[in-house]
């Protein structure tokens, strides 16, 4: 019976009910660990790179752990690109999934996503360079 004071009249936990307004629901009625227009914007668009990254890799058995992509490397790719894509030079959006959203792109497709293999591109530019290489 303890279990009820856990769980609000809409079956989900207290802290996680969009309907309660439960802690972890942020401003834009999202979880707030997933919620990409809170907190910082840089740094959950890095996590997405490398978990995106390895994820893809795994499957197509080109993880080269040793020269992977990490946060750092990331954090100064996008330093360096002035938040533009390496293509086009628009400016990057950190926040909506549209044709100027940031991505890493692989440069050479055989490859994982190692350093030497990356760069920051629009989402565009990205999936219109797939077979042209």
């Known amino acids: 019976m303890s279990c009820k004071k856990y769980y609000c009249e809409h079956g989900r936990r207290k802290y996680t009910c969009r309907y309660c307004g439960g802690s972890q629901i942020c401003e834009h009625n999202r979880n707030k660990s997933g919620c990409r227009e809170c907190g910082n914007v840089i740094k959950k668009t890095i996590n997405r790179f490398i978990n995106d990254s390895k994820k893809c890799d795994k499957q197509n058995n080109r993880l080269d752990i040793v020269n992977f992509i990490d946060r750092d490397f990331c954090k100064l790719l ?9 293509y086009c030079c628009v400016e990057l ?3 909506h999934f549209n ?4 991505t890493i792109e692989r440069i050479d497709n055989t490859l994982g996503h190692i350093k030497s293999n990356v760069k920051i591109a629009c989402y ?4 219109s360079h797939v077979g042209n290489k």
């Not at 996008?78 to 390496?86: D, G």
């Not at 044709?99 to 940031?102: A, E, Q, V």
């Not at 565009?124 to 999936?127: D, L, R, T, Y």
């Open 93 to 95: 959006d950190y926040i």
């Open 78 to 86: 996008i330093e360096e690109s002035n938040s533009k894509c390496c």
């Open 99 to 102: 044709n100027n959203m940031i």
């Open 124 to 127: 565009h530019c990205n999936v």
